[in-house]
């Protein structure tokens, strides 16, 4: 197969999450702003067979994605959809609260992200993980002097069509919907 041209994929323009239903269709996208990081590697699990001093053979069971997300700021509609809970808001301008609310027993939601990148080739580049779930660390912190940096860790598996994530390179620019 035959690649006509080499992307050359620059910075990160933009993140969205969305959650996902019952058949892992991803429902209304949300920002994550301010998005510093989206790296995402393949890796797959893997059998050896050992015999007479050697190995034989080496199976996958099958590969899936881990990945990081850092973002400026915190947007609690965002750690809705990496964290379960529940977001609310109330009140009227100029006193509307926003909120979001956790238990014990909020079970980590698996939700889809996509990522874009404006290459210095032109046109723009995404990337897709089709089922991610925080399976590590969801964070931030209040420090002196410093910003919040929201940040989270996780898995990304086959959704229920075998699709893991993509890779996107558009020759005219296309924003995520």
């Not at 609690?76 to 238990?103: C, D, E, F």
């Not at 723009?124 to 919040?148: P, S, Y």
Request: hydrophobic share 35%.
């Amino acid at each position: 197969m035959a690649i006509a041209t080499n992307a050359l994929p620059y910075g990160l323009r933009d993140v969205k999450l969305a959650p996902l239903d019952s058949t892992d269709t991803p429902g209304t996208k949300v920002d994550l702003p301010a998005s510093q990081t989206f790296s995402f590697s393949e890796t797959e699990e893997v059998t050896e067979l050992r015999g007479d001093d050697v190995l034989i053979a080496v199976k996958g069971k099958g590969a899936k994605v881990e990945w990081d997300l850092e973002a400026g700021g915190i947007s609690l509609a965002a750690y809705v959809v990496m964290s379960g809970g529940t977001y609310s808001l109330t009140g009227v301008t100029p006193n509307q609260v926003r909120k979001l609310a956790k238990s014990g027993t909020d079970a980590r939601p698996y939700f889809f992200v996509e990522g874009q990148a404006i290459p210095d080739s032109g046109g723009d580049w995404h990337a897709r993980v089709f089922k991610c779930k925080v399976t590590d660390n969801l964070e931030g912190e209040m420090k002196d002097g410093e910003f919040w940096i929201s940040k989270a860790s996780g898995q990304g598996l086959p959704n229920l069509t075998n699709q893991l994530y993509e890779l996107v390179q558009n020759e005219t620019a296309t924003a995520i919907t």
